[in-house]
């Protein structure tokens, strides 16, 4: 399974955007880029997810690089409420693999007033 | 949010106990996943299940078993608890393997 890089944590100033990075160097090519997140002592939360193409929904944006090595998740406006662990995470149909994550330590993201 | 219940919440037990946690869904899916999370280690995979009484290993599965007899319902059994064992578990489902997992809202097991 592909391993993932975050930086330990971040900061943000309330209503900025939020842009946190992850290096993914050994992904394969059916293997997905998936972003969760896990508030304080809460079960894990889906954000979003990719393969090759950029993507967005109400929670977030998802930019993968080209050549796929790397990916940036993107809170356009943080809240308070975003003060989280983000976890980035790569998965998907490898033979062999049934879906499990394999968390990483992921970025702590402190959202400011 | 998905229908997805942990049963204890929360539990304390003696070394050398049995244990088991259970994991009950309402959405039909057939893939359910059992993680402990600790602190430095963020969230390991105990066991999983791909489909009724079909379930494998993760990356931490010694002193746990796994049961799954019907499709709502993953029970993880811990035969004889030990200290180590104190963590919070995460029970997850999805419904293929590409997507959104759904996760509980933890069990809490303190062992003495």
């Known amino acids: 399974d592909a391993k993932t890089t975050q930086p330990p944590s971040m900061d943000c100033a309330e209503g900025r955007a939020a842009n946190l990075p992850c290096n993914h160097s050994?992904?394969?090519?059916?293997?997905?880029v998936y972003w969760y997140r896990q508030i304080h002592s809460q079960g894990p939360q889906y954000i979003i997810h990719g393969l090759k193409n950029n993507e967005t929904n109400e929670m977030a944006s998802l930019i993968i690089t080209e050549d796929r090595k790397s990916s940036t998740l993107i809170l356009p406006h943080a809240t308070l409420r975003d003060t989280a662990v983000y976890y980035c995470?790569?998965?998907?149909?490898?033979?062999?693999?049934?879906?499990?994550?394999?968390f990483g330590q992921g970025t702590t993201l402190q959202v400011k007033p | 949010d998905a229908g997805i219940t942990q049963s204890p919440r929360h539990k304390v037990t003696e070394t050398g106990t049995p244990v088991t946690l259970r994991c009950h869904q309402t959405?039909?899916?057939?893939?359910m996943y059992w993680y402990r999370q600790d602190p430095g280690h963020g969230l390991r995979l105990i066991h999983y299940s791909y489909g009724v009484k079909d379930t494998d290993k993760g990356e931490v599965s010694d002193g746990y078993s796994v049961s799954r007899s019907k499709t709502e319902d993953f029970l993880l059994t811990l035969e004889s608890a030990t200290s180590s064992q104190t963590s919070v578990y995460f029970c997850a489902i999805s419904a293929g393997l590409v997507g959104e997992q759904f996760f509980g809202p933890g069990t809490r097991l303190t062992v003495l």
């Open positions: 050994t992904i394969s090519g059916n293997e997905y």
């Open positions: 959405e039909n899916h057939r893939y």
């Open positions: 995470i790569v998965g998907g149909h490898s033979s062999g693999n049934t879906g499990k994550l394999i």
